[in-house]
DNA sequence: CAGCATCCGCTTTGATACTG
DNA sequence: CAGTATCAAAGCGGATGCTG
């Protein structure tokens, strides 16, 4: 990335972070944490082998990535976040939140990844009765089912399978992000093509907290 | 901007507002609230006609800008954020946020101009101490003075004249913000450029906050 | 096989000039 | 003032090849 030679802090940022490619390098190694070059080209579907490379030394000599030699048997190269390169989090979180409308909006081709699908969940739903018992859902969607569990206010979302879930949707992304969303209503899911097992109530209870809701618009 | 073709919240964002010049225009619109043209252009040293053009139609048909005739006696068209774009002023946020440490290091022949440098100084720098009487410090540097103003535990900076500041730094933009940030010991403002004048002790009132000094290492 | 480097053609961006 | 047109340079995507 040529720089925009301003002496500004967010032309500064972009300098560095803006280049193709590169939040969505920062993205799986939060998401991956340490990770092998190989891990990294999975995770970026479409992107070419150099310019991973190049993005990865760039992103090293602008202190935003360490590379680490592995011992055995491990044997190989980890790529890391480092703490400068953490606190890029926030700059993720708020473009999530305002990417998810795009969410609905269909795109052609598009790869999935659950992990993806967990950090948006997670950051965009809340639990309407935090006082009840905890409940856990499963959504099977994307490459591997996510877990959302939600439990004393607090909701969590990973990729993973659940244990005993209060109830599952299964299905294409879109439609069961537009239930979770509240967009679509939980009477017309099974209509958009998600199939919901369980007790229903639970995922009712999952609900986009206000400021997200103003987003959602 | 070619699609990255990718079911994800960020890559979705990206897609829109990841393109080269992009956010810096939303920047401008941010700063400058609807805005011609030629303003915008003034505003981006560096680009070039055809793509600020060209970005302006992307974000129209993005729903981020939207463009609207101005009656006589303006008679121009103006470009202004849609609600959806004003959604962006958190990454612009944290962008800022995130950038302020390079701001210390230097960039050859980088473009000031003193709206960017206010942004981000309101963003940076709380009062110590919010109980004590109003006061304001004026910035003498970019292309035009700074007013920064502390009262009642807010800071907030633009660009301006002051009425009578209780202190002035003059000189380069990037001494005065390490000494703003305290990365310049007040004691040798002097030694590295800037002409100090009035109390200094306001000065010293007006230092970052500690989520801030957290991302100044 | 992991971790790149190289080559080539296409697309995006930059520089400059020009127009209603 | 608000763009469009043209052309050159850089960035990027796709394929392939190299090296431990």
Sequence with gaps: MRSYEEFCALARSLDLVGGRW???????LVLRGPSRYTDLRQ??????????????????????VSRREAPPPIATTLYELTPRGEQLRPVLEDLIRWGMPLMIE????????????AWAIELMISDREPDAAPITIELRTGDQPIVVEAREGAVHARAGVAEEPEAT???????????LLGLIDLGQAEAVG????????AVARLRPGLEQAALLG
Excluded at 22 to 28: C, D, G, N, P
Excluded at 52 to 61: K, Q, T
Excluded at 194 to 201: A, I, L, N, Y
């Design 22 to 28: 590169t939040l969505l390098i920062v993205r799986e």
């Design 43 to 64: 995770g970026l579907p479409g992107i070419t082998s150099n310019l991973l490379a190049d993005r990865l030394r760039e992103l090293e000599s602008a202190g935003v």
């Design 106 to 117: 269909p795109v052609a081709e598009a790869a999935v990844q659950s992990n993806w699908l």
């Design 169 to 179: 949707l299964t299905g294409e992304a879109q439609p069961i992000l537009g239930v």
């Design 194 to 201: 998600v199939e919901c097992t369980g007790d229903m109530s």
